[in-house]
């Protein structure tokens, strides 16, 4: 699995983000490519190497050019993103990122986050920043992100739209209320609100002890001169051999009782063709004591409409329900292996880091028509091969 660590000992903000990925090896060309796809005018990008205690860096900086709109609203902010012809990774990310910052400006401000005002945050090399870092990702191809402790500045006050805040800014504490924070006594803004709504909406604290196949290293530069330390952003790229895999799904489900019951395996069927990830039916009991059925899915969200349709014009049912649910699975792969029967495709699963061999069904089945075998003496050949 691709994770991206930030070692953030001075702190995160948004451009340190991408001016670390940056030097890790993003190609500045592609990046600005991918920016211009905002279809924002009025700003210009710098990017430079600069020295930061005797460690090359990359900054990178936006200039904007023109005045900007004094505030925007979260859903002129969502607008710029929906109406550019981002990847639909890039927008969802972006968005996200935002989403978290409204909600902790809202609570802030006891308001909603549709009526927060974005001023700094609404600012379009604030948007650069966030749209920035969801490009970063997808072109690196991460898969997770891990963070270190985020150390904040205190003692000192920043200026905002709202008048002097104190350092940390309110958004920030708010944002990184579920992180280990290290609460300094330096003068600085060492972590911004941007900074952590990107590690409150994409990271995960530590990495247990996980061994890392380090493929790429970069530093990103703050603004700062911080005495007895460099002002940087760290991020390590690389692979980890992860016990688990880990993923977002949707689960919809729906009770039926007025059904021939002839139809719920084509049902299943057309559910499994459509992308579901599993489809399956469970005996319930229904109000004034009917029996019923249970029709599940677990779906990713990109296939979600294909799954609604298939519900809602092949069973009766006239609603559904919709969780959202992780998923634990053992990291797997394919493989061709030698038999008696020729190559067969396996299923690898890896478990502290041994494999164990599961024989594909169809295959077996295969081999079982072909060879005129009974299907349970198909399974015990390869099982025994997979068991050697």
């Known amino acids: 699995m691709k994770i991206a660590y930030f070692d953030a000992f001075s702190g995160i903000s948004g451009d340190m983000t991408i001016a670390a990925f940056l030097n890790a090896g993003l190609d500045e060309k592609e990046f600005i490519s991918e920016l211009s796809k905002l279809k924002l005018s009025g700003f210009e990008i710098e990017i430079k190497k600069v020295t930061k205690n005797g460690i090359t860096a990359t900054k990178f900086n936006v200039i904007v050019k023109e005045k900007q709109k004094e505030h925007r609203h979260l859903l002129d902010i969502f607008e710029i993103i929906d109406s550019s012809d981002l990847s639909e990774f890039v927008k969802r990310t972006s968005k996200e990122i935002f989403t978290n910052l409204a909600k902790a400006e809202a609570k802030i401000h006891n308001t909603s986050i549709e009526e927060v005002h974005f001023h700094e945050v609404g600012a379009i090399d604030s948007i650069i920043d966030i749209v920035g870092c969801a490009i970063c990702i997808e072109k690196f191809e991460i898969e997770k992100i891990f963070t270190s402790k985020i150390p904040l500045g205190s003692g000192s006050f920043t200026q905002t739209q709202h008048g002097k805040m104190p350092i940390p800014s309110p958004a920030t504490i708010e944002l990184l209320k579920n992180f280990p924070v290290i609460l300094t006594n330096l003068p600085y803004e060492l972590t911004t609100p941007t900074g ?44 980890i051999q992860q016990r688990f895999n880990e993923e977002k799904l949707l689960l919809v489900e729906t009770n039926i009782d007025d059904m021939n019951p002839e139809i719920y395996p084509y049902v299943i069927e057309k559910l499994l063709h459509s992308g579901a990830n599993d489809a399956y039916l469970v005996p319930v009991i229904m109000k004034k004591g009917r029996p019923g059925i249970l029709l599940s899915a677990l779906v990713n969200e990109t296939k979600l409409d294909d799954i609604l349709k298939v519900i809602f014009t092949q069973t009766t049912t006239l609603g559904v329900r919709i969780f959202e649910i992780r998923r634990k699975k053992l990291p797997r792969e394919q493989k061709e292996i030698d038999t008696p029967f020729g190559k067969v495709k396996f299923k690898i699963a890896i478990i502290e880091n041994s494999e164990r061999l599961v024989p594909e069904f169809e295959e077996c ?15 015990k050949i390869l099982e025994a091969i997979a068991n050697k």
Do not use: W
Not at 196 to 204: G, K, N, P, Q
């Open 196 to 239: 952590a709504s990107i590690i409150a909406t994409l990271a995960e604290y530590g990495l247990e002890k996980e061994t890392i196949k380090i493929k790429s290293i970069g530093y990103g530069a703050g603004n700062f001169d911080i005495p007895n330390q460099p002002d940087l952003l760290r991020i390590i790229i690389g692979e």
């Open 365 to 379: 089945k295969r081999i079982a028509e072909e060879k005129n075998i009974p299907l349970i003496q198909v399974y």
